[in-house]
């Protein structure tokens, strides 16, 4: 099953949190998790405020090459728009259920909005172990 990252899974992995940071360095090892490049700018301006647009720079070029990065397709920019429209999800983590719907896959997050019961996208809260 593909596996899809969203900012939340990205961002706990940088910073080492546990259980999380695990999770998600194991599927950088062993393949190329799915991620849009909506939710890539979203880590890059959370690690910018953070430290930086230097070190928010080398995290994109660091992780262009161990993720399938999307491009935000017209259709897909309407399928987050009706999840947008549907659910209460902000824009960004809208385009990571709908890149998680479009690939038939595994949203892998610990964000509580993307966590809904009954949502059409699967998710797997990486705050668990």
Known sequence: M????DAWA?????HGAEPAA???AGLLRRG???MSWVNLGEVHYVVARRHGAREADQVVRDLRHRLTLEAPSPGRV???????ASYRLSYADAFAAATAVA?????LTGDPELLA???PWRA???RRS
């Open 22 to 24: 695990s999770r998600v």
């Open 117 to 119: 019961d009954g949502a």
């Open 124 to 126: 797997e809260d990486l």
């Open 103 to 107: 690939a038939d896959g595994l949203l």
């Open 2 to 5: 593909t596996r899809v990252l």
């Open 32 to 34: 190329r998790p799915v």
């Open 10 to 14: 990205v961002v706990a992995y940088l």
């Open 78 to 84: 309407l399928d987050a728009a009706r999840l947008k």
